[in-house]
């Protein structure tokens, strides 16, 4: 593949989930051109009983019972959209965000209401994004702040807003913590869904927050963490851990997280700047990073421009490589690098092409997180099959049969197989009738490669 090429391949991974057969991507500048951010809207708003009104309990229980079965639905709907983007760096950003503000609920709107926040924010402002989510009910709820009022402050969101979201652990003090959590008191959200301030329950004394005395508001917390540069430099760095590599040089890194700061946190620009640099085209950070089971899922349906005969496959393989959207295993959300990969797993990986073009049948029984309210696919039916188009397929990668091997490994993977790999693969690929078998045949033996795990 000509170096040009290669560049274009790595961008692909990065900035989206790999090439494509019609290459509606062909150039690098193209990811910078697209704004799709439409929302996903398949749960209707609905009226949601008030959490702080306890006579309501059965009715809750009912909403409950339904939003389990919506769950489903909203899941379904983000990875279609993942599947059909035009604009991929977009949803990249916010598989990015969903992780990076890891958040549970069991009502499937405010699931599906934080999914469209972190998209309409996904390469906007991270202090708006970052103001939203401090106030968005599925975040709130998850981090108890309902029952955060004066006098008896909760203090698990203002904690997480620091370590997690903005500044990194060692950078507050747990009096920051305990001040902070009386700033936010009152923050809830109404039975619509609706931030609200509840000021009957908000503490209006003078707060010590980072060595300032004030009577801060929930507000001024968030504004006074921007105003610090170590929120840019947590950002930055697991940004570029996410996109590039976590062994980046600490000065570029700073270079990076100076400009991002002086942009007033321009999440577009951030990333603009990590493309456009010389150092992020290394050979070095070319095929490095493990794919998440995500990014391997939904890269397997762009790759060969097909989906799933089954929606519900795509609940048992999330389930099974252990990354079920809208259900992060904790607060800190999923396993990242090599953490995402052990001898069991990675055999599934590996056999996931098998099962997927084949129709083969698996034994394999995901892991069982212990939560009641997890998603679960549709027994004893498993149709695990895509429907790839290998004809139109063939008219992308045709020619002998070396030159089709290399041809599909040049689109696929970030770096070469081995001789042997390719050798066994090139005698296997003898036994194809046709054209098009060839080209199945290739690109199940292909996938399955760990070089495919990598990108």
Avoid at 159 to 179: A, H, P
Avoid at 225 to 232: A, E, K, M, N, V
Avoid at 248 to 277: C, H, M, P, T, W
Avoid at 390 to 419: C, M, R
Wanted: with cysteine; glycine share 6%.
């Amino acid at each position: 593949m000509l170096e040009k090429d290669q560049k274009t391949k790595h961008l692909c991974n990065r900035a989206g989930f790999g090439l494509t057969p019609h290459g509606e991507i062909q150039k690098a500048k193209s990811f910078f051109h697209k704004n799709n951010d439409a929302p996903i809207e398949v749960i209707p708003k609905p009226e949601l009983p008030d959490p702080m009104q306890g006579d309501r309990k059965q009715l809750l229980r009912e909403v409950l019972v339904k939003s389990r079965e919506n769950m489903m639905k909203v899941n379904l709907a983000w990875m279609e959209k993942l599947r059909t983007t035009t604009d991929p760096l977009r949803e990249k950003m916010v598989l990015f965000w969903h992780d990076h503000f890891a958040c549970r609920t069991q009502l499937s709107f405010l699931a599906q209401q934080q999914n469209n926040l972190l998209r309409k924010h996904a390469l906007g402002n991270f202090g708006a994004m970052l103001m939203e989510v401090s106030k968005d009910p599925a975040m709130l709820q998850f981090l108890n702040n309902q029952q955060n009022r004066k006098g008896h402050p909760n203090e698990n969101f203002a904690r997480e807003v620091m370590e997690l979201f903005t500044l990194g652990r060692g950078n507050y003090t747990e009096q920051d913590v305990k001040e902070a959590a009386r700033a936010f008191t009152g923050w809830g959200f109404n039975a619509k869904g609706e931030f609200v301030f509840r000021e009957k329950q908000h503490d209006l004394e003078l707060k010590n927050f980072r060595g300032v005395k004030k009577n801060f508001k929930g507000e001024d917390i968030v504004d006074s963490i921007l105003r610090d540069p170590q929120t840019s430099r947590f950002i930055t760095q697991k940004l570029v851990t996410h996109l590039v590599s976590s062994s980046l040089k600490q000065a570029y890194v700073e270079e990076l997280a100076q400009s991002f700061f002086r942009s007033g946190y321009n999440i577009q620009k951030l990333v603009n700047d990590i493309f456009e640099s010389d150092w992020f085209f290394n050979q070095e950070f070319m095929g490095n990073r493990i794919k998440s089971p995500v990014e391997l899922i939904v890269g397997i349906q762009r790759q060969t421009e097909s989906q799933f005969a089954d929606p519900q496959s795509l609940i048992f393989f999330q389930r099974a490589l252990g990354q079920l959207l809208f259900f992060p295993p904790n607060v800190g959300g999923w396993p990242r690098g090599k953490e995402w990969i052990d001898s069991s797993s990675l055999t599934f990986r590996m056999t996931m092409p098998q099962l997927v073009f084949r129709q083969q049948e698996t034994e394999f029984q995901a892991k069982d997180d212990g939560d009641v309210n997890s998603l679960r696919e549709r027994k004893p039916k498993r149709d695990f099959s895509l429907n790839v188009n290998w004809d139109d397929l063939t008219k992308q990668f045709h020619g002998e049969h070396q030159q089709v091997y290399q041809q599909i490994e040049n689109y696929l993977l970030s770096q070469p197989t081995s001789a042997q790999n390719k050798t066994l693969i090139m005698r296997l690929s003898n036994s194809a009738k046709t054209e098009a078998e060839l080209v199945k045949l290739i690109f199940t033996s292909v996938m399955a490669l760990p070089e495919y795990q990598l990108c």
